[in-house]
């Protein structure tokens, strides 16, 4: 379900977008910092102060009384900057969690929206790490600009205005400095971006080897290439070191010029002080207020280019995740989409013209009704569209032309959840989430008793599996619920289906992985779940579909032949020769050549 008002496609506006929801905090964070960092660069001023007045008193009891403003002010000014700033401090850990949850909600629910099509071009990984580091980024983009450059500016600010107030030429000479300091800073920071980014894609790329050979671990061992792979990822990693290494030598550069600008401030401060003393144009107190200034604006400059580096980073990250994430949704429900009601289950193909790629269509011109309540089985060779055909009913794509129709509704007019709520689908490898058998089956209906979830199990032939479980019911079933069969998956996923029990049912190749001793006990079950819906059955077991109401034949996008499994046996064609060929009840790998040539000269 898509955020309640759609969400900026470009990275300020999207970045913005939390600022403002969150502004309170983010003000008072705001305002806090201010004060800590004024507090903070006031300090040397009442140092200057107590130092003039030192070297004009005489150290009495009448001394203390005489420093005592000063003194209070000093202590004064030092508690007001812990204060305010560990102020700061709280408003950013309060907000912190609070923003990264909205922003990672957010965009979680703008994902969800995508279509298949984009979920297959991406990799689930790279995506769950671009919601999380946008979230981040979001978050620390924001705190860099309260407590790291917004102090800095306020600094210099303060230190330029009380300097200038007892020394205009001292001003002069650190403001000049800040100015040139942070525009060298920015613009080397800039330069160093392009290698920053090499070094994090080149440590990306690693990463994504190292996954992907694990992934693959069980061919790694099978093919005996333990080594190879190790000398392949090695590869990567050299490739990586030499990224890291130029990204080093130019962040290398700005730590040099920290480091040089920095002693230039020191020096250039103390010598120039101490020379404007001895000309009689400042005092001793101007003396160690404008010494201990420079050294306090050293310290929170320090590593002005290394933040600005972060800083480009987190806007880097942000700027991704939204091009990535944040793009309009391929299939959407439309503003007066509304919830479809099954009452008779017709499913209607209206000169459905379908390809993945336009330019390489799979249906052109395709009709086909199946009638309400009628079961088919849908039979033709592996890429002929079988699949492909049961994605467009359930608009997991849109045809190019043409309309699909469920009891005579378009389901481009109608909210894809209600479409999904009643259209069902047992895919050929469903998979499992990482979580127990019963929230696996309950997924169906979630607010099944668990007596419901048992019987399902049962109706599906789980159960026994299950009860020999280690944990039965409670056992966990591994990533996409890899620890299970291919069959055990299925009946899992067919006892979701028991549990959802929805108007109109797609089985595309639902039993392919069973055995047909357990195929057959499940058939009574199965036709149980038939009973009273519209079902499509894909199946390449020519067996498993032979006594339903009608049998579709599908050829290169084409229905070459449509009748029950009577008549197309006896008329000779397509599925007749299927039938009589099948092996053990599979079909043969390859159209034989007498059939090609007559499917040929059918279409011609
Ligand atoms: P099978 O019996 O092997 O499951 P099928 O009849 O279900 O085959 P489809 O999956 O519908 O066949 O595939 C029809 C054609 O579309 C094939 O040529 C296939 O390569 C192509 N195809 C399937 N899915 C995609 C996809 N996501 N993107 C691009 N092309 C696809
Ligand atoms: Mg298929």
């Not at 907000?95 to 995508?114: C, E």
């Not at 007066?336 to 390809?355: K, M, P, Q, S, Y």
């Not at 959840?417 to 169906?444: A, C, K, M």
Request: one cysteine or more; a neutral charge.
């Amino acid at each position: 379900m898509p955020p309640s008002d759609p969400l900026p496609t470009s990275p300020l506006r999207f970045a913005l977008r939390y600022v403002w929801l969150f502004r309170g905090w983010c003000l008072a964070a705001f305002l806090f910092e201010t004060g800590a960092s004024t507090a903070g660069i006031s300090i040397p001023y009442t140092l200057g102060r107590l130092t003039k007045g030192i070297a004009a008193l005489r150290p009495d009891a009448s001394a203390t009384l005489a420093l005592r403003g000063p003194m209070l002010a000093f202590a004064a000014l030092s508690l007001a900057d812990m204060v305010l700033s560990r102020s700061a401090g709280n408003c950013q850990f309060l907000t912190s969690p609070r923003l990264r949850q909205r922003v990672t909600n957010d965009l979680y629910a703008h994902l969800q929206g995508h279509s298949k099509r984009f979920f297959d071009a991406s990799f689930a990984g790279a995506l769950a790490h671009r919601v999380v580091e946008t979230a981040a980024g979001v978050t620390q983009a924001l705190w860099a600009i309260i407590f790291d450059f917004w102090p800095i500016a306020i600094t210099l600010a303060v230190a330029v205005t009380l300097l200038s107030q007892s020394s205009p030429p001292l001003a002069c000479f650190v403001g000049g400095w800040a100015f040139v300091f942070c525009t060298v800073s920015y613009v080397l920071a800039k330069s160093c971006q392009p290698y920053a980014r090499k070094h994090a894609a080149a440590r990306s790329v690693t990463s994504g080897k190292v996954v992907d050979s694990v992934s693959n671990m069980a061919s790694v061992r099978l093919f005996a290439r333990s080594l190879f792979e190790r000398h392949y990822i090695d590869g990567y990693l050299e490739a990586e070191v030499a990224a890291a290494r130029t990204s080093h030598r130019f962040t290398e550069r700005i730590r040099w010029f920290q480091h040089v600008s920095s002693l230039i401030l020191k020096v250039g401060t103390l010598w120039f002080s101490v020379r404007l003393w001895r000309e009689g144009r400042i005092d001793v107190g101007t003396f160690v207020m404008s010494t201990s200034m420079a050294l306090l604006v050293i310290t929170e400059a320090r590593n002005l280019g290394r933040r600005f580096m972060e800083f480009f980073e987190y806007v880097g990250n942000i700027e991704n995740g939204v091009r990535t994430i944040v793009r309009a949704h391929e299939i959407a429900d439309r503003g007066d989409a509304t919830a479809l009601v099954v009452t008779r289950g017709e499913i209607r193909l209206r000169d459905v013209t379908f390809g993945y790629r336009p330019d390489q269509p799979i249906f052109e011109g395709l009709s086909l009704t199946i009638r309400p309540r009628e079961r088919v089985g849908l039979v033709g060779y592996s890429g002929s569209g079988k699949s492909t055909l049961v994605s467009l009913i359930l608009r997991l794509y849109d045809p190019q032309s043409g309309q699909v129709t469920i009891d005579g509704v378009d389901v481009r007019s109608v909210t894809q959840d209600s479409l999904h709520e009643q259209v069902g689908l047992i895919p050929q490898d469903p998979t499992l989430f990482h979580r127990t058998l019963r929230e696996n089956i309950r997924y169906g209906r979630l607010d099944a008793t668990d007596a419901s979830v048992r019987d399902a199990a049962a109706r599906a032939d789980a159960d026994d599996f299950i009860a020999a479980s280690p944990d039965g019911y409670d056992s966990l079933v591994g990533e996409r619920g890899v620890q299970l069969s291919g069959g055990q998956r299925q009946r899992v996923a067919i006892a979701r289906a028991f549990l959802k029990n929805p108007p109109i049912l797609i089985l595309d190749e639902a039993t392919s992985s069973l055995d047909s001793v357990t195929e057959k006990a499940l058939q009574a079950s199965l036709e149980d779940l038939m009973s009273d819906k519209t079902v499509i059955v894909v199946a390449h077991r020519l067996s498993t579909i032979a006594h339903l109401d009608r049998i579709v034949v599908f050829d290169a996008g084409r229905v070459v032949e449509d009748g029950t499994h009577q008549d197309l046996v006896s008329r000779d064609g397509t599925y007749a020769l299927l039938w009589s060929r099948q092996v053990d009840g599979l079909l043969p790998d390859h159209l034989p050549d007498e059939l090609e040539r007559t499917s040929l000269s059918e279409s011609a």
